[in-house]
């Protein structure tokens, strides 16, 4: 929109202590139709951003975590090499909506096959983080992060509820007691 009022190779002429600029009829209809582009493209946005609201409003959970993606293992392939001090972490604004988790290529949660925590670790310039993963029927394996243990503790715990499966601290075993 600031290009208008830039209007380079335009002749200005001046009358009357007035600035007054000279179009001809194909720039004028050249202005009308970027301003009607530009009026389309702005309802476009408005009414995406009203569905994105709705989305928000009506959420389980949402928020910003650092995330990064993994393939497990295939029988009989090597493991995975140590990839610790790889910093592929990507913040990305995540959200519990429904039976999906967005914007992770909207996962299914009932494609989710096991939740559980990560050990925390520290970056030399972010302090600590505490993790966990998702693992889907696919083999994809998303790892998450946040600087705040209860952020990560309130993701688990949706996680858990909104895919029904349990971690691995509340499997009950045999004599009734929980597994710790």
């Not at 497990?72 to 090597?78: D, F, I, R």
């Not at 990560?152 to 029904?164: F, N, P, R, Y």
Request: charged share 25%.
């Amino acid at each position: 929109m600031l290009n208008l009022f830039s209007l380079r190779g335009l002749p200005w002429t001046g009358a009357d202590g007035q600035q007054k600029v000279q179009l001809t009829a194909a720039e004028l209809e050249s202005l009308r139709s970027e301003l009607a582009d530009i009026e389309e493209r702005e309802a476009h946005m408005k009414a995406r951003l009203e569905h994105i609201d709705g989305i928000l409003r009506s959420a389980r959970l949402s928020g910003y975590l650092y995330i990064r993606t993994r393939w497990t293992a295939l029988p009989g392939e090597p493991a995975p090499i140590d990839d610790t001090k790889i910093n592929d972490w990507l913040p990305r604004f995540i959200v519990l909506h429904g039976q999906y988790l967005s914007p992770q290529d909207s996962t299914l949660l009932s494609d989710v096959v096991e939740v559980g925590s990560l050990p925390s670790f520290t970056r030399e310039d972010e302090g600590t983080r505490y993790s966990f993963y998702i693992l889907t029927r696919q083999g994809l394996r998303y790892e998450c992060s946040h600087v705040s243990q209860i952020q990560v503790d309130t993701w688990l715990s949706a996680l858990q509820t909104g895919c029904k499966v349990v971690s691995e601290s509340d499997v009950l075993v045999p004599n009734g007691s929980s597994k710790k």
